[in-house]
């Protein structure tokens, strides 16, 4: 009699388990991961079954045409002035916007924001506030009204149906937590006849009148994945270290990668899913690098590079060939070690945008339809300007902020 | 004790889903890794697992404590991700700072160990939901004060117990993790030797009998709850030193540590299993994710891989106390007070 509960408390604490292993993997924390995304048209990618992603083809989730135009935008010169990087575009289509021009100063600018559950959204979040600052003290905004739907789909739904009812937004901003979920949202917004921006992760719709982001995910995967192509011998060992699977975030950057090993002459030892933990990162190359070399490493994230880095030095291994991200943590361990390492970007300074996009809209001035902004690694060469440019800010700063000329530098961006 | 009647005995603790089959299983999974990859038996490649299955002993003994008193503590994960981050956040990369900020820890440590303590013993809230409030209250808290991710940065000398260690040669370096995990150990031994790890077992099994001799039950659950977070607390040092901060760190480590506890025999409802058997089944599921990345066993299909062998463990352990046992104590903790007076 005694020994049923317990064999049922038993069961339950296993089934748990099993949900453990399933919750630490969830989506959620898919954008824990860092960072966002480059959406567009591929997102058809997203209809289908992400459920058996690991032994999938990762070709659900590579859409060719969507990769070579985005490693083609690469090349691209962007138009305007590379001071400000924020505002410039890679082959804008503009677009009139004389329809919503307003008179009025001391405009209601709404924002609806998927979450700042990541290092790389915090420091975006500070350089968007400081932008807002700006625009307050010239007068365009007066009110900037927030909502932060903490990575939850149906809290942004609901958040956005708050700013259409409310009726008091002058224009909408919107990150989308995910893409296809949150399209009929943002359409609703768009029908309420405010502009819309919608930036970061795409959506499923083109009603906005700015959709802005930088160059994708393809284009961060392949710039880490030609590194070491270039910089290892044929023959070499790559491990690739990912956070999750089925995001398509970050599936982008591992199809891209595929690619460009597929032609190469490396051999991909394996990939890992890590969930972005420093400890796991640590753990799984150490175990790597038990069964024998590993001369470079592919992160589809830099958060993280550095526990990666440790495992070398921690087993006594030399350096690997690197790639990381603009997180400031790893490019201190480059410059430290002086390792063969580049840093991927996913440009952060993008959270500035979507301000001067509303800014310009109210002035009835053109926008591009799709805003695509400059996505530039960092490399050996310009790595040493990055990290005095930001000497006193923490690690989990990202250096391609882009905010040194706002209001607050480089106080707010330090005491987060 | 003939030969013959101490080969059952062994055989019988091996099979019977106690300490002793963990340790087998230990050894099954070490002969796997090892056909597997001859190399993880070399000295070196054992002092890094050792290093890592460090944090999970740890834990495994804190989680041993509350689980035999009868209780559940799954605020453990939440704590260590607030701890590393509170360390960072505070130290800020300042050598000076890491004394008095490991300090303050454990002095943290042990209130949310007596909150969890307190809240179930007297406030007769069940522990399974107190802690897993106190699991959801550390986790926003530390997003709040933090603005949603980790900041700050860790001192060398805070990662040097996860990190470090002393160099030698054969197995390369003698990690202080190691050192500190051997120390626990004697001390959570001795600990369940001495006169409140006898009534920590008595008051699992059947606290009202513990009562009624005399034993202070609340007492000892609530100090049963302080270990386990101070236990979290020195786990934290292990893991942000190993490390270093990153916003994920601690997620999921509640069930990582009740699984260790399980897996090594240890029966949910409190009153049974040992301390050895808990720090075996840490070791015994750390060597699992070992054997998982051996393998390269797909990282999608290792949750499910995990999942199938804890519940075939379980069951195998549950099998074996369902068997009938002499002169056994039936109420229970959880049942109403109405079926206990019945069956007293």
Known sequence: MRSTPRMMLAALAAAGLVLAGCTTDEPEDATAPDDAEDVDESDDTEDEEP????EAPSDEWFVQADYERELAQRDIEPEGSADQPWLQALEPAMVDTGEFALDTEGNTLCFSNASISNPWRVTGWITMQQQVEVYQASGEIGEFRVSDAADDDNQQISDIQAFVDDGDCDAIIISPSTTSTLTPAVQAACESGVPVIVFDRGVETDCMVTFIHPIGGYAFGADAAEFLVDNLEPGSTVLALRILPGVDVLEHRWAAAQQIFGDSELEILGDEFTGGDGAEIKTIVTQYLQRGAVDGIWMDAGAGAVAAVEAYEDTGNDYPVMTGEDELSFLRKWQETGMTAIAPVYSNFQWRTPIEAAVRIWNGEEVPSEWVLPQNPITEADRDEFLEGNADMPDLHYAKFGGEDLPGFPDVWQDR | MNPR???ADVLSRVFTGGTGTVYALLLIIFTVIFFVNASFLEPPSLMAFL????????????QYFVIASGELDLSVGSLVGAQVVIAARLIDGEESRTVPVLLLMLAFGVLVGLVNGLVT????????????GM?????????????GAPTGALSDAFRQPGRGGIDMPVVRQLPWALLILIGFVVLAIVLMR????????????NDRAASFSGVRVWQVRTTAFVLSSVMATFAAI?????????????????FSAITAVVLGGVVLGGGRGTVIGAMGGALALQALFTLFNQLALPSTLRPSVQGVIIIAAVAYAAREHARPRPAKPPPKAEQS??????TN
């Open chain 2, 51 to 62: 290093k890592n299955a460090a944090p999970l002993v740890l834990l495994a003994i804190g």
């Open chain 2, 194 to 205: 001495s006169s409140f790890g006898k009534t920590l077992i008595a008051t699992g099994d």
């Open chain 2, 135 to 147: 699991m959801l209250v550390l986790f926003g808290a530390v997003r709040f004060w933090t603005g």
């Open chain 2, 337 to 342: 007070p109405r079926t206990t007076a019945i």
């Open chain 2, 238 to 254: 292990l893991i942000g030193g190993f490390a270093g901060v990153t916003a994920q760190v601690g997620q999921g480590l509640e």
């Open chain 2, 5 to 7: 009647s101490r080969t």
């Open chain 2, 121 to 132: 013993t007297l406030l007769k809230v069940q522990s399974l939901i107190t802690t897993l």
């Open chain 1, 51 to 54: 459920a058996d992603d690991e």
